[in-house]
């Protein structure tokens, strides 16, 4: 079983929508989660930090359930430049583990 | 802007010679990584260094060695390439993030080497 598992999609939505990635991990002492970003043919970008609480930005909803062992990313009022691969990542301070992607195609 | 190059960006290659593979960045971080990235795969770490001389194989190292000889620079060398080492490779660094309730590294990556090998 892989330690980060993504749901690889892809998820084609229109203009506006709301969607929502899980991403589940098998290491309960996992401290660290992130989202990242990937453009085609581009190097991943960090999106956002995962805390307990939850935590927002702008469209952005990020949510860690650690009972459940997993996090999720919503974005809402979707644009076509939200098109991209978010990728889950699960630390490890200093060796994080990287899901595969979640595709995500945003049209018009 | 985490101030990471990678050289070259494109090489195409023939099967049984050498390659490296070169990481600078310029703001004095600790940690360092190679990743490549394959269809299939995502993200798979080859080797990481956490200081001068200092390194360790991640889960893909087997064909791959590394040096840090200086805390800028971390060299990736495919000691004789193979097409299965066809692929886009990262460097990272790591950086504390601040703002969180603890603190947590996260990583910033290069903008990739497309490697194809013949």
């Known amino acids: 079983r892989k330690e980060v598992e993504q749901d690889p999609g892809p998820f084609n939505v229109p203009e506006g929508a709301t969607v929502a990635f899980n991403c589940t991990y098998s290491n309960s002492a996992s401290q660290s989660f992130f989202w990242y970003r990937q453009d085609c043919r581009k190097e991943p970008k960090l999106l956002m930090s995962v805390y307990s609480s939850g935590n927002e930005d702008g469209r952005f909803t990020a949510q860690l359930n650690r009972a459940s062992q997993y996090i999720s990313l919503l974005i809402r009022d979707s644009k076509l430049s939200d098109s991209a691969t978010y990728l889950c990542v699960v630390g490890g301070s200093y060796i994080p583990t990287f899901g595969r992607g979640t595709s995500l195609i945003v049209h018009p | 802007d985490a101030g990471i190059t990678q050289s070259p960006r494109h090489k195409v290659t023939e099967t049984g010679t050498p390659v490296t593979l070169r990481c600078h960045q310029t703001e004095n971080h600790r940690y360092m990584y190679w990743y490549r990235q394959d269809p299939g795969h995502g993200l798979r770490l080859i080797h990481y260094?956490?200081?001068?001389?200092?390194?360790d194989k991640g889960e893909v190292s087997d064909g791959y060695s590394v040096s840090r000889s200086k805390t800028e620079d971390f060299l990736l060398t495919l000691e004789s390439a193979t097409s299965s080492q066809t692929s886009v490779y990262f460097c990272?660094?790591?950086?504390?993030?601040?703002?969180?309730?603890?603190?947590?590294?996260?990583?910033?990556f290069g903008p990739g080497t497309r490697l194809l090998v013949l």
């Open positions: 990272a660094i790591s950086e504390p993030l601040s703002g969180g309730g603890n603190r947590q590294e996260t990583q910033y």
């Open positions: 260094s956490y200081g001068v001389k200092d390194t």
